[in-house]
């Protein structure tokens, strides 16, 4: 079955620890995201990735980094630079700008 | 700057039709996408429109007028199962989506 997968669907974490949330797509897909997105607000773009070994940072890309070094996966490391990184993290692929997105099922994000 | 509106909040009773508005403000435009949310899920696709008029598709369907700035997503013979949170994007001159808040619709027996 093709679909986008990410892991873990819960995280734990203490205030001040970097943590990288994976990210992998077998739709051969150019074209991947990361958003953010907090109760009651819609979905913010963190970094977006058009193809292989390029990126660019979203609205939002502060505290975050990312690389896209396979096609296939697209990970999005939080770090302690990130103010407030408690939230539900989506990643997403396309096969073109006209086209939906598919997102993976989310991480939870929660920082103690 | 860029803007979507859209209902915070909508209810509805099972077997009815509910229409859910969204307003944009983008700086270009090409396309507007409708997506559908249940709690702690991913969103999942249901539309996209670039030219204006109404697109049927199934019980759901979608109208956009790009001089009003305008679409709404229309939901027929609603279902249980249609209680979800439903986000309206607005794709820009720069090919990215800007998200609305989204709608939470309450379908009630």
């Known amino acids: 079955d093709g679909g986008i997968t990410q892991s873990p669907k819960y995280l734990f974490r203490k205030e001040g620890q970097n943590v990288t949330l994976s990210c992998e797509q077998n739709l051969n897909h150019d074209a991947m995201y990361w958003y953010r997105q907090d109760p009651g607000q819609g979905l913010r773009l963190i970094y977006y990735s058009q193809i292989v070994n390029d990126f660019q940072k979203g609205d939002i890309a502060e505290g975050y980094s990312v690389s896209r070094e396979k096609k296939e996966s697209f990970p999005l490391t939080v770090t302690s630079a990130q103010k407030n990184p408690t939230a539900f993290y989506l990643c997403?692929?396309?096969?073109?700008?006209?086209?939906?997105?598919?997102f993976g099922p989310g991480t939870r994000l929660t920082v103690l | 700057g860029q803007n979507i509106d859209q209902p915070t909040e909508m209810t509805a009773t099972e077997g009815a039709i509910v229409q859910i508005n969204c307003t944009y403000q983008?700086?270009?435009?090409?396309?507007l996408f409708w997506y559908q949310q249940h709690a702690g899920e991913a969103p999942t696709f249901l539309s996209y429109?670039?030219l204006d008029g109404l697109e049927e598709k199934g019980r759901f369907s979608s109208f956009l007028s790009r001089s009003k700035g305008y679409s709404y997503l229309l939901l027929k013979e609603l279902q249980m199962k249609d209680s979800a949170s439903y986000l309206c994007a607005a794709l820009d001159s720069n090919y990215q989506l800007i998200w609305g808040a989204g709608t939470k619709l309450i379908i009630k027996p």
């Open positions: 429109n670039v």
């Open positions: 983008t700086s270009g435009f090409n396309g």
């Open positions: 997403a692929s396309s096969s073109g700008d006209y086209n939906e997105q598919f």
